[in-house]
């Protein structure tokens, strides 16, 4: 059996805009790429920030099975020191790439790659020097190894941020929108850095995006999130291209309907189609809360992380 | 008969939200000192994170500060030496005619070491980098986090408090202080001399009685304020820096206030050190 590289138990996180995601129970296994995605307005942002440890959920566990020096901060009698090494710790461990791919302006490509590894490790020069050549020349980005991000494009700018996620040699890499907005060229140099390092390294991917079109190749399953819950695990032979959309397509005409039906209720209306869900009930965890619950609050009792 | 007016009721009056007049001058003072304490907070938890990061990344917050004393000190010598020379001539020719006048003369280099060395080279250094630098460093800091990079060393891992606000502690203060022992350089001999070139000074003006008066209680009364003068220089900065939160248009606001502060709080700090801090002179 694959060992579990990241585990959440009935995970309750407040979103920014739609609605706050409940009862989110994912496990990912070790070297696994997993895509999330979303029918209708959904905080995938959020949510990643949560698997990657950026901030604590407002209720239930997130587990990174393979640092059990991290369970610590499931910890609630641990010391500040333990956990702020252990936060630490995920930092280095818990790549994360966002959206906005904030480089640091004030320094050139090559340096804002270099920078977690003179940070963290006081590597020394040569050390620095060969890693970030290897990953320049594995992102193509030499010609721009010497230019200040700010005169780049988005897809050179979400490379270098890429590499500088990669250089540590992550256990979990986790990836807000990679290439949404980037050209091919771009993107495919992304793919195949991302499927090597994944192979080579048996690195954990997820990836938070609502177009995953051109993350099928990359990704083993695809999570469906509507309405704050997980609806739909597509994988295997449906992940290829047409039959991804097929579905898609049909999960998003259902969750129309559902946003018709709430938005103009009747007295003799018939009761709202729900969204067909193929995740297995989880019957071996604590209840899950009501369903279609709009409500924002956690369920109650809320339970505390640790537990 | 029926009401033909057409008057608009007057809108209600909207209660003043300032507070009265008796209460403004004790909320201003806790405003102060909240703000004094939050400046405090930040230079403590700037050293504490050498515990919290032991020698992470002592390399690149050595590049960091070194970048920070050239851009502060090294930049920042020639208008120093030319403010230092020029003031320390006028200076010690207004101290050796006037005091003449007045029957004083012999007060002449004492004078000028107090007034000259004591208090304007710390206050005038702090003022040339506050101009320069502490502007500098808000807009750094201000932009940085309008573009989201402070979130992304935090993502990385990184301490902001070693990486971003240390070095500039660090570097401020040193800079404050060399240019602080430069200027007074410059003023005792530059000024001695340019202002003896010029005819300015009395042939009873010494330059070896001006050296004398210089002791070591006025060289360490001199460092304290330059040392105290970068660090408030330098936590203002960083502390109206960081606190642009989404908006560019915040950070000339958060520029201009820290300036303000940094200036009100030099001028503050120089008054107490005059004033608590002893320096024994022999005349």
Redesign the interface.
């Known amino acids: 059996m694959t060992p579990l590289a990241l585990s959440t138990k009935d995970l309750f996180v407040r979103a920014k805009q739609g609605p706050a995601f409940r009862g989110i129970g994912l496990e990912v296994s070790v070297g696994e790429a997993l895509a999330i995605t979303s029918v209708g307005s959904a905080d995938l942002s959020g949510l990643l920030e949560v698997l990657a440890g950026l901030r604590e959920p407002d209720a239930g566990t997130v587990r990174w099975n393979r640092l059990p020096a991290l369970d610590v901060l499931n910890d609630p009698q641990s010391g500040e020191v333990d956990r702020y090494r252990a936060r630490r710790w995920l930092r280095q461990t818990n790549a994360f790439v966002s959206d906005s791919v904030a480089l640091l302006n004030n320094l050139t490509v090559a340096e804002n790659i270099a920078l977690p590894l003179r940070y963290h490790f006081n590597a020394p020069e040569n050390t620095v020097r060969e890693r970030t050549e290897t990953l320049l020349a594995e992102l193509e980005l030499e010609a721009h190894a010497t230019e200040r991000p700010a005169w780049l494009s988005i897809g050179v700018r979400r490379r270098a941020a890429l590499g500088r996620a990669l250089i540590l040699e992550p256990t979990s890499l986790f990836l807000d929108a990679p290439i949404s907005d980037i050209d091919e060229e771009s993107a495919a140099i992304l793919l195949s850095v991302l499927a090597k390092y994944s192979k080579a390294t048996k690195m954990t991917t997820v990836v938070a995006s609502f177009d995953c079109r051109r993350l099928l190749s990359l990704v083993e399953r695809v999570l469906v999130i509507g309405e704050g819950r997980i609806v739909e695990t597509i994988s295997g032979g449906s992940l290829e291209e047409t039959k991804y959309f097929e579905r898609l397509h049909e999960l998003h005409d259902a969750h129309r309907e559902i946003i018709k039906t709430r938005s103009a209720p009747t007295a003799d209306a018939a009761p709202a189609p729900t969204v067909e869900s193929t995740q297995p009930e989880e019957s071996e965890t604590s209840p899950t809360p009501e369903a279609n619950s709009a409500s924002d609050d956690p369920p109650s009792p809320p339970e505390q992380r640790g537990n | 008969m029926a009401n033909t007016s057409t008057q608009i009721a007057p809108p209600p009056r909207v209660q003043s939200t300032k507070a009265p007049i008796w209460l403004r001058a004790p909320l201003s003072m806790l405003r102060t000192t909240t703000y004094v304490i939050v400046l405090f907070s930040l230079v403590y938890r700037a050293f504490a994170s050498l515990y ?1 990061e032991g ?6 917050n050595y590049r960091v500060t070194r970048q920070q004393v050239y851009f502060t000190a090294v930049q920042s010598l020639p208008l120093t030496v030319f403010v230092a020379v020029a003031m320390g001539a006028l200076l010690m020719h207004q101290a050796s005619v006037v005091l003449r006048i007045w029957g004083a003369a012999d007060l002449a280099e004492w004078l000028t070491v107090l007034v000259l060395f004591k208090e304007f080279a710390p206050l005038t250094v702090a003022l040339v980098i506050i101009a320069r630098s502490a502007n500098a460093i808000v807009i ?1 800091l201000g932009n ?1 986090k309008v ?3 402070i ?3 935090d ?5 902001i408090d070693r ?1 971003v606000i240390l070095p500039r502690l660090i570097g401020m203060v040193v800079s404050v202080v060399l240019l602080t022992i430069i200027f007074c350089g410059a003023g005792l001999w530059g000024g001695f001399y340019i202002a003896k070139w010029f005819g300015l000074l009395e042939s009873d003006f010494l330059f070896l009685t001006l050296q004398a008066n210089f002791t070591p209680a006025i060289l360490i009364n001199i460092i304290l304020r330059a040392f105290c003068f970068g660090m408030v220089i330098s936590s203002v900065a960083c502390h109206h820096g960081l606190s642009v939160q989404v908006s560019p248009v915040e950070v000339p606001q958060q520029a201009s206030q820290g300036v303000v502060r940094a200036l009100s709080l030099c001028f503050v700090l120089n008054f107490l050190i005059s004033v608590y801090v002893p320096t024994d002179f022999e005349l």
Do not use: C, I, K, Q
């Open positions: 919290w020698r992470r990344a002592w390399r690149l750094e940085m573009n989201g990079e979130r992304a060393l993502v990385l891992g990184v301490n990486f």
